[in-house]
């Protein structure tokens, strides 16, 4: 069962040697006069909620008469954590008060600004796992569980067979963590929390730190969202003077946590700054500042705001962006103008060249994809080591060299030698190639209209 959060505070004291697990002889700390109990004075002198006090007495009583028995193992503490989290904010999350946090409810907390530290990395940890922390028990299943199998997990209702998460599961998901330590859910549980636990380390709290030489592609990082489009489009348009200048002046920052944002042809957008919750799981600029992760949040409302009929809205807007668009989808957001796509399968490399010098000249947002490859035995790679189903920046044309120079909205992996390894040496996503070889690998090019 998961404890109160007061009483975990209390077990994490005890533990003394700091195994993060806790044996009988720490908890005896919590008996002053060694009955083999602990009684409700003792529990109150120690800082225990008295309502796991049973729960308490009931594992002492299952270590007893050996003191070095474990009583909380480090997995089942580690659970502990995170249950307890999510207990003790329950009725906060679970908004419409019918006993489960359901999916919407999980992923409108992300957006609450109030969730801060362990609090807030254990939220993360239920939206992105609602489904593996639903599947803990079976209280509200709907239909029975298929058998394990690889291709019957593919099947939604497999998957979202329940209405919500209830306090059974994270009963269940502490049991787990104690009698099957090996459970992957379990494990990727703890991953995902302690990823969640540094949102964005590298991230400058600031808008514009360095003032508008902030606004650059190099630091740009995509999140866990499929909005590469939108991204690669961004860190074009950051690679320009104008752009610097135009990206600057589209974001409004208030001084109270909140800023407004302007996109090109496009109503203002009021947001707040984003949440610890949202930086661990989104996009930033990293040393940069914040300019990024309030740019792709604002984006995120606009599209949201767009659905007039309520049920195509999302409780988190950053799932009306996350799941890939057309290269030009991306280019019209951040520059309001029409665009113009080529097929390079069909594009002759006269054509190419003369598009690029071109639009580079002019100093226009250009952006190229290469698509999901047809062979199922693909593993979504290219033979140069590129990601497939992916949007990426042009920064730049050399027309002496006939070089292209590339960036992937990831900051990293790029295009590799035969051994596999980065052709320039420096995996930051931003690397050169033959215009030529960019033509044989990438599937289409867009650029922003004069």
Not at 27 to 39: E, P, Q, T, V, Y
Not at 375 to 391: D, I, R, S
Request: hydrophobic share 35%; charged share 25%; proline share 5%.
């Amino acid at each position: 069962m998961p404890l109160q959060l007061q009483t975990l505070k209390v077990l994490q004291t005890l533990d003394t040697d700091r195994s993060r697990s806790l044996s009988l002889q720490e908890l005896k700390k919590a008996d002053s006069n060694n009955d083999g109990r602990i009684s409700a004075e003792e529990s109150k002198k120690i800082g225990f909620d008295t309502r796991d006090l049973l729960f308490i007495n009931r594992r002492m009583q299952e270590g007893l008469p050996k003191d070095k028995a474990v009583v909380f193992s480090y997995q089942e503490m580690r659970a502990q954590t995170l249950a307890t989290e999510i207990n003790a904010h329950f009725a906060e999350l679970d908004s419409d008060g019918n006993g489960l946090i359901s999916k919407a409810e999980s992923a409108k907390a992300i957006g609450n600004p109030a969730f801060k530290g362990d609090t807030a990395a254990t939220v993360t940890t239920l939206y992105k796992l609602m489904g593996d922390f639903q599947g803990f028990s079976d209280d509200t299943k709907i239909l029975p569980t298929l058998p394990q199998h690889p291709w019957l997990d593919k099947i939604p209702l497999q998957i979202y067979d329940e209405r919500g998460l209830s306090r059974a599961d994270l009963d269940a998901f502490v049991e787990t963590a104690r009698n099957k330590p090996g459970d992957a859910r379990v494990s990727e549980a703890f991953g995902r929390f302690s990823m969640a636990s540094y949102p964005a380390p590298g991230l400058k709290r600031e808008l514009f730190p360095k003032g508008i030489e902030s606004i650059r592609p190099d630091h740009i990082e995509q999140g866990e969202l499929g909005d590469c489009y939108f991204l690669a489009a961004v860190a074009s348009l950051a690679n320009t003077p104008q752009g610097k200048k135009q990206i600057l002046n589209m974001i409004k920052d208030h001084g109270n946590g909140t800023f407004t944002v302007t996109f090109p042809g496009k109503n203002p957008v009021k947001i707040n700054a984003p949440t610890e919750m949202e930086l661990s799981l989104y996009s930033n600029a990293g040393q940069d500042g914040m300019w990024l992760s309030v740019l792709e949040k604002s984006y995120a409302e606009l599209k949201n705001q767009s659905s007039w009929v309520p049920f195509l809205q999302r409780s988190n807007p950053y799932d009306k962006i996350g799941n890939g668009a057309f290269l030009s989808v991306g280019v019209g957001a951040v520059t309001g103008k029409s665009t113009d796509t080529d097929v390079l399968l069909i594009t002759s490399l006269d054509t190419l060249r003369s598009k690029l010098k071109a639009a580079t000249a002019q100093n226009r947002v250009i952006t190229a994809g290469i698509n999901k490859s047809l062979n199922p035995w693909n593993e979504g790679t290219t033979a140069n080591g590129l990601p497939m189903a992916h949007a990426y920046s042009v920064l730049a044309y050399d027309a002496k060299s006939d070089q292209i120079t590339i960036r992937n909205p990831w900051g990293s992996t790029e295009v590799t030698d035969a051994s596999g390894r980065v052709r320039d040496g420096v995996n930051d996503g931003t690397f050169k190639m033959p215009l030529s070889e960019f033509k044989a690998t990438y599937s289409m090019i867009t650029y922003q209209a004069k």
